[in-house]
């Protein structure tokens, strides 16, 4: 990639040139993923908890056609505020750059960033997947692709549990996509902490995840890493309840036509709702606790 279309804030160059460890932010959580002012607020935060694990944090977003890899809170502030910002993902990423749009990024177009900046662990809140209703819509997250062929850590909470979750854990696995349950036996949900599949890998510690990924590396194979982190305990929002509400939402998107890329902002939106906010708050504190074991495997792999 040209220079002039990657800029790596200096704090991140200077940690990935030393070797430190740094951990990459989406930002399509601040632009479509919550209102204002939750939204800086949580990004904010959540950059916050990086730093305490003994990371640099690297929020990515395209602003005036460069692909931004670490952004000041100035940047940060107007993101949260901004109208019309695209949400992009592989497809729509050199469209952004090519015609100045500002975009913020999806799971997918952040690893494809994170991984031309060299930023090798990625913290987010939860991954796309293979949509509820594929046989009419065949609408597949490009997140599942993108964790086949690029190479990162992405640590989530599951995929989004609005998704149909075993035709997910399904195409994972067809893709070669190690799925690490951390300190779990069960898969997590998002919002639940578990979805009443197994997770197929186990591990209990950072330095066994970062193990795996120099495993992953030394063999040669190409892809990223899925570590699924459950909801801390307090904050779970039981799977019988939110199932119960997603069914609402689901068929409120069907009766309105939405569909694409609208469905999941419409979806959490409308959860946000049904749960009287409480959703929402789960959102934050799975995310930060991502942020916290990301910069753990962060951490640990750069002392390896």
Sequence with gaps: MQDTALVVAPEVAEALAAGRPVVALESTIITHGMPHPR???TARAVEAVVRAGGAVPATIAVIDGRVRVGLDE???AWLAQARDVMKLSRADLPFAVATG???ATTVAATMICAALAGIRVFATGGIGGVHRGVEETMDVSADLEELARTPVCVVCAGAKAILDL???LEALETRGVPVIGYRTDALPAFWSRDSGLPAPLRL???DAIAALLAAKRDLGLDGGVLVTNPVPEENEIPRAEIESHIATALAEARAQGVGAK???PFLLGRLVE???GRSLETNIALVKSNATLAAEIAVAAARG
Aim: glycine share 4%; hydrophobic share 30%.
């Design 166 to 168: 075993p035709r997910t």
């Design 101 to 103: 749009r500002p975009g």
């Design 39 to 41: 939204n800086l607020e």
């Design 274 to 276: 049904l749960t009287a």
């Design 204 to 206: 209990d510690t950072p």
């Design 262 to 264: 609208a469905v999941t």
């Design 74 to 76: 100035e940047t940060l």
